[in-house]
Nanobody, 127 residues
Framework: QVQLVESGGGLVQAGGSLRLSCAAS????????MGWFRQAPGKEREFVAA????????YYADSVKGRFTISSDDAKNTVYLQMNSLKPEDTAAYYCAAKGRLYYSGNYYKTDEYDYWGQGTQVTVSS
């Protein structure tokens, strides 16, 4: 059973930074493609960032490119999302997701490509 637990959300002023963490159990990140998504109230869940299983490729939504960075610590089985220069429009619940197939990249921005999801952590950016 794969479980993902996010942490690190909170309230921050515009221009500030936060680092989200996603700790996994039941699966090693080094064999799994991972993604971060977010969902604002009344909106659909949207892609934020992704990392292929071997860590060779990372992908970002245009809206966060240059401000957010996805990384991982295989020893801790944890994936991070470093968020800098935060804007009020970044306010959302952020979710970590993992693909079910091992050693598989595939599409990185579609929610139905991911089989496991965390419970989400709220990020609120004040203006």
């Amino acid at each position: 059973q794969v479980q993902l637990v996010e942490s690190g959300g909170g309230l921050v002023q515009a221009g500030g930074s936060l680092r989200l963490s996603c700790a996994a159990s039941g699966r090693t990140f080094s064999s799994t493609s991972m993604g971060w998504f977010r969902q604002a109230p009344g909106k659909e869940r949207e892609f934020v960032a992704a990392r292929t299983w071997n860590g060779r490729n990372t992908y970002y939504a245009d809206s966060v490119k240059g401000r957010f960075t996805i990384s991982s610590d295989d020893a801790k089985n944890t994936v991070y999302l470093q968020m800098n220069s935060l804007k009020p429009e970044d306010t959302a619940a952020y979710y970590c997701a993992a693909k079910g197939r091992l050693y598989y990249s595939g599409n990185y921005y579609k929610t139905d490509e991911y089989d496991y999801w965390g419970q989400g952590t709220q990020v609120t950016v004040s203006s």
